[in-house]
């Protein structure tokens, strides 16, 4: 692969200083276009579109089959993500201790669905299959806390609690 | 060569053959969805599912399992038979079934299956896709709920077309073909994923609704845009060619085109094809009967035919190998003027000259099979894939199938830059032959040169004081690249000429040449240079001798001529130097200056509508003949439709012409074509019907020979920018300009700057921009990127609209200012 180097793209939009070192890093290795693209999702929180045509340029690899594999892998995220990533098993055993209605107070609270993020990057809510901890169901995790036997009303304490904490 | 048995039958295929081969070569049809002869093993569909006694407990899929010796392979038993109809159900749970309005219908391997398998229900159901269609560029339409995942399509753009326009994007139940950002295409637009798309998902826009695949003529033919000599197969129907039709047996290339020729077709039938001939009266192109016209042309020739040094004739190489036999003959012997040529005044010198001085013979030393078959290429200007998109394909699938080394050396950089392993060597416009004095140069400092090279001490006087710093790159290059070509095994020199490549002439032929000769790199499979002739029949041009022999004027003399008075007749065949020589306010005056002029043309071109009579002449689809790629390969063209309007195929025109004059008369073109066999010494033993299909490659015995060339030497100025002139990829010549395909994606002339350039003229892509040189100035769209280098600023020819021959006049190198309007 004739692979380029840093200087001879420009930077678009988005500062890609960082992309552009991630890169470099990686550079000379073979199948580097994972942890590129890792590195590059571990910096600015979700793969930027400036960063895919950087890659793409760079490793030499067409941008179709960087977004292929991005859209595959569920760790890849093409939007940004919230600061605080909110996540509520829908298991079978948190389904069956009332997930469904924690969800929804969630939904109703933030205004945001499954899998999208307020508009102040606050916040990004999912709903995952299972959290491996049946015991504590219904279970929601927020970034790594965990908050076992969900309620309605902890979903208040939740929200108020990470209302309060600092964005940077 | 391994041995096995398929439904009884005995067969011994090649060890790296799949079952699915082995099949193919013994007659026995195996279904297949996703597999195509050109396209690595996929294996996805599961429709060629087969029984193998040593694998017994499961079905196995033929495409993509090897042979082995013994192997005892049933193709079709009731389980078999009843998986495949389970292939079937699953599929068309989610395909729509809009066969009716389906372009595809005929020509889809999937509703042929599910007829063949009577599958005529579905056990069952589910929702359908409901996918948004992709309506948003004017050639290729995307229905994605068409799609059965086969991969084709994403296949053949990576691996034969380079490109990657497409891949597999989501996965599970929403996984689907899609691109980057599932946005609309947006790619070159050769159509290949159109082309081996085994249903109706991905269909040709300029075709949608025109005709039901099984009504549609076939018929096997040439195609008229480049050199390269692709064959097709136009679809015609009530008189009109109305698509071409992919056959992955056809020709070198397998059925592959580029957008030219999937999508550039659309001139035959132009609604602005000449229709009845011309003649000028008050001043005006007015309507006029054939024999009136005929009449005219006769009666002025035949005056030439006592001052003949008076007459000139232009022929494109576009006409078949007869026409151009007839057009020599009749110019050459019946007039007795000596003044005919075709582009090469201007641009095929390296053919006509420089191979000749080289090895003995107007021809490429190399074929296009050598491509292949070499194991390291190198590319002069990396336009060989937007001038010869095909060959570009083969280029491609040598460097990343068969891992043959590619080196470019170029003015800019292009696609082929990007393949693996590719290095580019980027040197200052118009330096192509002090690059290869200074290889040369390199190669004997090296003690590189092959023994006993005759001449070598002429060439080494003559390359003495070539530095890499005069071709405008590092010594450690040059150095490089000569090693490596050097003490390759085979090496292969590709080098692309045209109209649009002012430089590219009989000196540098010769510097590229004696590069081969200086390390034996040549009368070698996968050796020797390769020269790329711009237009379909540029080498039958040469072959037919249309060029000027002894004192006649070439086609630079011949408008030079014009222009002082000494030529007082010139009879145009299909040229258009209006807008494809150097120079156009030049060449407009000459030709206004010329006391009679006629144009036989498929269109009223700039030149033509300059003439006192316009002949409507056939497109390549109205008639049969010849015509001899750059590889050397003579191919049958095939009429497909009949003329359009009045129009009557140059060889009737010159036929008639020839005849009136007291020359020669024939009852058909392939009476001419005898003659050639009997004429051309190349040509000898060949006849029309011998040609078949695949056509015939004539041997060259070459003499070869050092001849040294002088580099032009040309200081940068101040200030300015240097002009690249060349072919954009959607292009060839002047005539795409009336394909709507070719028009659709590429309708204006532009002018291709650096970003810094660009940023510096304070320019942004798409913004009108004024180039000016010497000669003139044109307005053109600026496109900025990285292709360029800085400094540098490179325009396509083809258009008469902002042409830029307005601003070129010939030279290797012009200067230019760009100025935002």
Redesign the interface.
């Known amino acids: ?2 692979n380029a180097p840093a200087e ?1 793209i ?1 930077a678009e939009e988005i500062d890609l200083t960082e992309a552009n070192e991630i890169i470099d890093k990686y550079l000379t290795l073979p199948g580097n276009l994972m942890p590129v693209l890792q590195g590059i999702q571990d910096a600015y929180g979700f793969v930027p ?1 400036p960063t ?1 045509d950087l890659v793409a340029e760079r490793l ?1 690899v ?7 594999v991005l ?2 892998y569920a760790q890849f995220h093409l939007k940004p993500r919230g600061k605080f990533i909110i996540r509520v098993c829908v298991g079978t055993a948190c389904h069956v201790q009332g997930a469904e209605r924690i969800t929804e107070t969630f939904f109703g609270r933030l205004g945001i669905g499954h899998a999208e993020t307020t508009e102040d990057l606050r916040y990004t809510f999912e709903k995952v299959a299972c959290l491996g901890a049946c015991g504590m169901a219904p279970l929601a995790m927020v970034n790594d806390d965990t908050y076992g036997k969900m309620t309605v009303q902890k979903v208040d304490e939740i929200i108020e609690t990470y209302n309060a904490r600092p964005m940077k | 060569m391994v041995n096995l048995t398929i439904d009884g039958k005995q067969v011994a295929v090649e060890k790296d053959a799949t079952i699915y081969d082995a099949a193919k070569a013994c007659g026995i049809k195996i279904p297949i969805l996703c597999h195509d002869k050109k396209l690595h093993p996929f294996g996805g569909c599961r429709m060629c599912l087969v029984e193998v006694e040593q694998m017994k407990g499961r079905l196995i899929p033929a495409c993509t399992t090897p042979v082995t010796e013994g192997m005892i392979v049933q193709t079709t038993t009731d389980e078999i038979v009843k998986a495949r109809k389970l292939v079937l159900e699953l599929l068309l749970l989610k395909h729509p079934i809009d066969c009716p309005v389906c372009d595809a219908a005929g020509d889809c391997d999937l509703q042929n299956l599910t007829y063949e398998y009577k599958v005529n229900m579905n056990r069952f159901v589910d929702e359908k896709f409901n996918h948004e269609i992709d309506y948003e560029n004017p050639l290729i339409e995307r229905d994605m709920n068409r799609c059965i995942h086969c991969g084709k399509c994403a296949r053949i753009c990576d691996e034969i077309v380079s490109y990657g326009a497409y891949t597999f994007i989501n996965r599970g139940i929403e996984a689907k073909m899609g691109t980057e950002f599932d946005g609309p295409l947006n790619c070159e637009f050769c159509g290949s994923c159109v082309s081996v798309c085994p249903v109706g998902a991905l269909n040709s826009r300029p075709f949608k609704f025109k005709a039901r695949w099984w009504a549609l003529q076939k018929t096997k033919s040439v195609c008229s845009y480049c050199g390269t000599g692709c064959q097709l197969t136009l679809g015609s129907k009530d008189g009109k060619v109305l698509t071409t039709i992919y056959d992955e047996n056809q020709g070198f290339h397998n059925g592959q085109l580029c957008t030219r020729g999937r999508f550039g077709y659309q001139f035959v039938n132009s609604d602005k094809r000449l229709t009845a001939p011309m003649i000028r009266k008050n001043g005006n192109l007015q309507e006029a009967t054939w024999e009136e016209a005929l009449a005219e042309v006769t009666s002025r020739l035949s005056a030439g035919k006592s001052d003949p040094a008076s007459v000139a004739a232009l022929a494109t190489p576009r006409l078949t190998n007869e026409e151009l036999y007839l057009f020599g003959k009749l110019f050459r012997g019946t007039v007795g003027t000596d003044n005919i040529d075709h582009s090469a005044g201007y641009a095929h010198e390296a053919l006509t000259k420089g191979a000749v001085a080289s090895f003995g013979v107007a021809a490429s030393p190399a074929e296009i099979a050598d491509v292949q078959k070499s194991n390291l290429l190198l590319v002069v200007k990396s336009d060989a894939y937007e001038t010869h998109p095909v060959i570009g394909f083969e280029i491609n699938l040598g460097v990343k199938r068969k891992g043959i080394a590619l080196r470019i050396v170029s003015d800019k950089k292009g696609k082929l830059t990007r393949l693996p392993g590719a290095k580019t060597t980027v040197h200052a416009p118009g330096n192509e032959v002090a690059l290869f004095n200074a290889l040369c140069k390199s190669v004997i400092d090296q003690g590189l040169a092959a023994e006993g090279v005759a001449g070598l001490d002429a060439l080494k006087a003559a390359v003495a004081d070539a530095t890499a710093e005069k071709a405008g790159v590092t010594a450690e290059e040059i150095a490089a690249i000569a090693k490596e070509f050097a003490s390759a095994e085979k090496a292969l020199i590709i080098l692309p000429i045209g109209q649009g490549y002012p430089g590219h002439n009989a000196a540098l032929a010769n510097a590229a040449a004696n590069l081969a000769i200086l390390t034996g790199q040549y009368g070698k499979e996968g050796a020797g240079l390769l020269i790329m002739g711009e237009k379909n029949n540029s080498q039958g041009a040469v072959d037919m001798g249309i060029y000027p022999k002894g004192t006649g004027l070439n086609a630079a003399a011949i408008i030079d001529g014009c222009a002082n008075g000494n030529i007082k007749t010139l009879f145009v065949a299909g040229e258009n130097p209006v807008v494809s020589y150097p120079n156009r306010k030049k060449v407009e005056k000459a030709l206004e200056n010329v006391e009679f002029m006629v144009v036989s043309d498929l269109f009223l071109t700039e030149t033509a509508a300059m003439a006192d009579v316009v002949l409507p002449a056939c497109s390549f689809a109205e008639k049969s003949g010849t015509f001899t790629s750059l590889g050397r390969r003579v191919q049958n063209v095939r009429k497909a439709i009949p003329a359009v309007g009045l129009a009557k195929s140059d060889f009737d025109i010159l036929n008639a012409l020839s005849q009136a004059l007291g020359g020669a008369r024939y009852n058909n073109q392939g009476e001419v074509f005898t003659e050639i066999a009997a004429n051309v010494p190349a040509y000898k033993g060949l006849t029309q019907a011998g040609l078949k299909d695949e056509g015939a490659v004539y041997p060259v015995a070459l003499s070869a020979k050092l001849v040294p060339a002088a580099a032009q030497a040309s200081a940068p100025v101040a200030g300015k920018l240097t002009l690249v002139t060349g072919s954009a990829l959607y292009h060839c010549g002047t005539m795409s300009r009336f394909g709507e395909g070719p028009m659709y994606v590429c309708p204006d002339a532009y002018a291709e700057l650096n970003v810094a350039d660009a940023a510096a003229l304070k320019v942004a892509e798409g913004d009108q921009v004024t180039v000016t040189s010497g000669t003139g100035a044109v307005q053109v769209v600026a496109k900025v990127g990285k292709r360029v280098p800085q400094g540098v600023v490179f325009s396509p020819y083809h258009f008469g609209e902002g042409s830029v021959n307005t601003i070129t006049d010939g030279s290797e190198v012009t200067y230019v200012t760009v100025a935002k309007k």
């Open positions: 692969m004739s001879e420009a579109k895919i030499n067409y941008p179709s089959q960087i977004y292929g859209t595959f």
